[in-house]
C-alpha cells in the first residue's frame, strides 16, 4: 500500500501540474473489473474487493485534491 500511494502521489502532483480532474471515473471502472475478475478467480468476494477498491481510491482523490491545492514547486 506505501508503493501505491508513493505512485499515486506522483500521478497527483502530475494531474495538479496539468490541470487534469483528481478523479478518472472510466479508468475505476476499468480496475474494478479487472479486480473483480481476479477475485473471483482467487476465489475473494469480489463485491469486497470492489468495496476495498473504492477505500483506496478514495484515498488518492484525497491526496490529489489536496496536490492540486499546494502551490507548483518547480
Ligand atoms: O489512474 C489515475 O488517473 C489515478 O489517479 C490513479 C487512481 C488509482 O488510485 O488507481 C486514482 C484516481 C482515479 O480516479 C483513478 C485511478
Known amino acids: 500500500m506505501a508503493e501505491r500511494f508513493r505512485c ?3 500521478v497527483g502532483v502530475l494531474k495538479a501540474k496539468h490541470g ?3 478523479s ?11 479486480l ?5 478467480d482467487a476465489d475473494l468476494d469480489p463485491v ?3 468495496k ?3 477505500f483506496v481510491v478514495a484515498e488518492v482523490i484525497r491526496h490529489h485534491r ?3 491545492e499546494q502551490p ?3
Open 8 to 10: 499515486t502521489k506522483q
Open 20 to 22: 487534469m480532474p483528481a
Open 24 to 34: 478518472d471515473p472510466a479508468r475505476e471502472e476499468q480496475q474494478i473489473a479487472r
Open 36 to 40: 473483480m475478475r481476479l477475485a473471483e
Open 48 to 50: 469486497f474487493a470492489e
Open 52 to 54: 476495498w477498491f473504492n
Open 66 to 68: 489536496s496536490a492540486a
Open 72 to 74: 507548483a514547486a518547480d
